[in-house]
């Protein structure tokens, strides 16, 4: 059974950067999609950020393109999210989540596929990290 530990939230202030961690046991053989997910008080909980083991492909959303880079150490079984420039609308607890390659997360545009955040899909989750970033 895969578990997923997340690690290295905290308090920053606007501007400043945190690298997200994500310790992954239990893997079985086969590709995953894993995702960097968020949720503040009263909202809806997103996907920001998405990763194949695969290939490596990326998703981004709006909201953090630019900014925010999710990576990958297969050796280590560890996801990573680095995010800079960070600003008071990231304060949220983050949740690393996992899935295996599916179909209806695949995602292709001008043969680039990724793995796109549908919530409902995602079985597998890490108990969070919160991030707070003041003004």
């Known amino acids: 059974q895969v578990q997923l530990v997340e690690s290295g939230g905290g308090s920053v202030q606007a501007g400043g950067s945190l690298t997200l961690s994500c310790a992954a046991s239990g893997y079985t053989s086969g590709g995953y999609c894993m995702v960097w997910f968020r949720q503040s008080p009263g909202k809806e909980r997103e996907g920001v950020a998405s990763?194949?083991?695969?290939?490596?492909?990326?998703y981004y959303d709006d909201s953090v393109k630019g900014r925010f880079t999710i990576s990958r150490d297969n050796a280590k079984n560890t996801l990573y999210l680095q995010m800079n420039n960070l600003k008071p609308e990231d304060t949220a607890m983050y949740y690393c989540?996992?899935?295996?390659?599916?179909?209806?997360?695949?995602?292709?545009?001008?043969?680039?596929?990724?793995?796109?955040?549908?919530?409902?899909?995602?079985?597998?989750w890490g108990q969070g990290t919160q991030v707070t970033v003041s003004s």
């Open positions: 989540a996992a899935d295996v390659t599916r179909a209806e997360t695949r995602y292709c545009r001008g043969g680039y596929c990724y793995c796109f955040p549908v919530i409902r899909y995602f079985s597998i």
């Open positions: 990763i194949y083991t695969s290939d490596g492909n990326t």
